[in-house]
C-alpha cells in the first residue's frame, strides 16, 4: 500500500495549522472527556503522536494506530511519547486488533476513509461495553480544503446529522457534537467538531 503521508511526515509537526487543530482537538478530548490511569487508548490515524502528546500523561498505554509507516517513525521518536505509545502500522478495517478499548480517539483521518460505517463498525468492535469514541474532523465542505488532486480523500467533511445516524446505526448512543476549531485559511474558514458516543 503506498504511504500517502510520506512527504507531509516530514515537516507535518512544523505546520501551523496541523499545530492548531491539534492542540484545540487534544484540548477539547481533555475538556469534555474523564480520563483515568488505567485506561488503554486507541488513537487511529494517530501520525506522528501530536493527540497521543496530550492523552498520554493521563491513561495508561495509547496505541497508536496509522497505516503510514513514515508518520509513525515520526512519533516513536518522541522521548515524551515512548514509555506510553505501541505503534501499530495496519489497516484495522481489513486487519483488526485481537484487543478492546477503553476510548477511541482520532483527529482528521476519518475523511480519509471510503466507509465511514464500516469504521464506525470496527471502532465498535474495538470497544469494551460503555467505553467511548471522541472523533474530530470538518465539517461539511465544499472541497476545497485539500488541493485539488490531493490523494486518499474520500469525504469532503461531514455531515454531523448523516454521522450521527451513522454512529447510531453502529452501535453507539449519548452522542454529542462540540464545536472543537475554526481553521482559518487564505480565503475560507472551516470548522471542526468533535463528536463523543458511547458503545451500548
Ligand atoms: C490528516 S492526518 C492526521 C494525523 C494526526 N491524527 C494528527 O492530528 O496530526 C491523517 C492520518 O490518517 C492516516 N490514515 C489514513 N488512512 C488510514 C487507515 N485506513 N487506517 C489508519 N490510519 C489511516 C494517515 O496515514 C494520516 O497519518
Known sequence: MADLFEEK?????????????????GGSILSHLTLNTQMNVMDFGAG????????????????AVDISQSMLDKLVKKATLVAKVETICQDITKKPLNQ?????????????????????DTFQRHLKSGAKVALADLDSEDGSFHPKGTEGIYHHGFKREGL?????????SQIK??????????????????????KI
Open 100 to 120: 478492546q478499548f477503553d476510548l477511541i480517539v482520532s483527529a482528521m483521518a476519518l475523511h480519509h476513509i471510503n466507509d465511514t460505517d464500516q469504521l464506525l
Open 177 to 198: 457534537f462540540i464545536n472543537a476549531h475554526t481553521i482559518a485559511k487564505a480565503q475560507k474558514s472551516y470548522s471542526v467538531f468533535l463528536v463523543i458516543a458511547t
Open 9 to 25: 511526515s516530514k515537516d507535518w509537526d512544523s505546520n501551523d495549522i496541523v499545530q492548531k487543530i491539534s492542540s484545540s482537538v
Open 164 to 172: 450521527q445516524g451513522s454512529l447510531e446505526k453502529n452501535g453507539f
Open 48 to 63: 506522528t503522536g501530536l493527540i497521543c502528546h496530550h492523552i498520554a500523561p493521563l491513561v495508561k498505554k495509547i496505541t
